[in-house]
């Protein structure tokens, strides 16, 4: 496909320094890669004209090897990022503004550079849906700026102290059990929790648009755990540092809510203000509901928010996959099957972290498979028998049988099969790929 005679049309993309590395990323798909400069030097020679031979020769002079053109664009066509150049198609198609619709993704006052491809007409293929990336930029800004970020510090003081005089509104599981009413007060608990959820990831998604990034909610799984995520993986088209406030607006916000609460809860107690006593139940179950959320992001071995911060933090690409490959070698090795996968790419630095959180990744998934099948399996078993039997005697044996028993299916069993359902499939299409930069995704 990629002759010497060959002309290269070269899609917009941004770039940001990465260590030895630069990213290279196509805003409009999502896609990012982790190259070396002088891969981008062969992206910028053919994106100003030159045909892949002279690309070839020009290289060659300066590093005195010849590159492999023919794999390395036939990957970068593979990833979307370049294609065949063809005058005839650039003659006919719809001129579009590639610099305007790189911008609008992109913070101006960052150092990503946004190239024209040579064919400024490629369409955009195999474009992301973002999702509310009309949200204003400015409010944004405002809403995760150095003011709002101050008051909720000054929230969440005033929480802490709080809870140090009055030992009632700290956070304690027997919240989480109520006397009368399970069932209601249990329903309006969890519809409070998926509000927050929402709350949550829209919270990362605000944040990200705070640097010129748009991101999609979706939902997906955590090994069998159904999650909400918000894919921020645009982030890879800015500077590091603008990187950390989206991906923990999630947590700050709640942090800040159960922060609220608990004043609000405080003042109740102190006689300040009069809560019903269901209120009273209600917001201290969901203390303790983001409580829990906040611990799930400290379960560094599935993508939680705390996972991308600390994969960032210390510069890993794709810290989750380049451990699991790492562990599969060491497996290889010791058993003798199979020729290890070559890592030898990956920085040492990075060599160096993927070897310590293997241990955590190896830990946690023991104790996560143990939690599976000696607790969550055997009460999902039970409840399945005893929900299905109520079931299946109908509505007119005991109503409210039959309506705990729907509410059981509906709000436990169903998200548990979901989970499991995207967790297995997402085992069977497993497969081996080149160090494509890890997807931004925040869960809940």
């Known amino acids: ?57 020009i290289y060659g002079q300066k590093y005195g090897e010849t590159p492999d053109m023919e794999d390395f664009l036939g990957f970068l066509h593979g990833k979307g990022f370049v294609r065949v150049y063809d005058p005839e198609a650039a003659r006919a198609a719809r001129p579009v503004d590639v610099q305007a619709a790189s911008d ?33 930029v400015p409010l944004a800004r405002k809403l995760f700026g150095v003011t709002a970020l101050s008051i909720g510090s000054v ?49 990362h998604l605000i944040a990200a648009r705070a640097v010129g990034v748009s991101s999609r909610l979706g939902i997906s799984s955590r090994m069998w755990v159904l999650v909400a995520e918000t894919d921020m993986t645009g982030l890879w088209s800015v500077p590091k540092r603008q990187r950390y406030l989206p991906m923990l607006a999630g947590p700050v916000i ?68 380049d451990t699991q490959v790492h562990i599969r070698n060491l497996s290889r090795r010791f058993f003798g099957n199979r020729p290890p996968v070559d890592q030898s790419s990956i920085p040492e630095g990075e060599r160096r972290v993927i070897r310590s959180y293997a241990w955590v990744w190896l830990l946690g998934r023991v104790a996560a498979m143990w939690m599976l099948f000696f ?29 705990d028993a729907l509410f059981i299916v509906v709000f436990y069993l169903f998200p548990l099969g979901l989970g499991m359902g995207l967790w297995i499939r997402g085992l069977i299409k497993q497969r081996r790929l080149p160090r494509e930069r890890e997807p931004r995704v925040a869960t809940t």
């Not at 990213?23 to 798909?29: E, M, P, Q, S």
């Not at 304690?172 to 998926?194: I, N, P």
Request: proline fraction near 5%; hydrophobic fraction near 50%; include cysteine.
């Open 1 to 57: 496909m990629f002759t010497p005679e060959v002309k290269v049309a070269v899609y917009p993309f941004t770039r940001q320094a990465e260590g030895e590395e630069i990213v290279i990323g196509r805003v409009d798909t999502g896609v990012f890669l982790s190259l070396p400069p002088d891969a981008v030097e062969i992206l910028d020679l053919l994106r100003a004209g030159e045909t892949v031979g002279r690309t070839r020769e």
């Open 104 to 136: 609008s993704q992109t913070n101006p006052q960052t150092n990503a550079q946004t190239n024209s491809p040579t064919d400024s007409q490629v369409p955009a293929a195999s474009a992301v849906r973002y999702h509310f990336a009309d949200f204003p």
């Open 155 to 203: 929230i969440f003081a005033l929480a802490v102290a709080a809870a140090f005089l009055d030992p009632s509104v700290r956070p304690h599981r027997d919240s989480l059990v109520f006397s009368e009413h399970r069932t209601l007060k249990t329903l309006a608990l969890m519809m409070m929790g998926y509000t927050t959820v929402f709350i949550h990831e829209m919270g």
């Open 254 to 321: 709640d942090v800040v809510s159960a922060s609220l609460i608990t004043l609000v809860l405080f003042g109740h107690h102190q006689g300040w203000i009069a809560l019903h006593p269901v209120a009273v139940e209600l917001g201290s179950a969901m203390v303790v509901v983001y409580l829990l959320r906040l611990l799930w992001q400290c379960f560094f071995f599935v993508r939680t928010d705390f996972y991308y911060v600390i994969a960032a933090f210390f510069g890993c690409k794709n810290l989750m996959k």
């Open 375 to 403: 607790v969550t399996l055997p009460v999902a078993g039970q409840y399945i028998r005893a929900s299905g039997a109520t079931l299946m005697a109908g509505f007119s044996g005991d109503s409210y049988a039959f309506l």
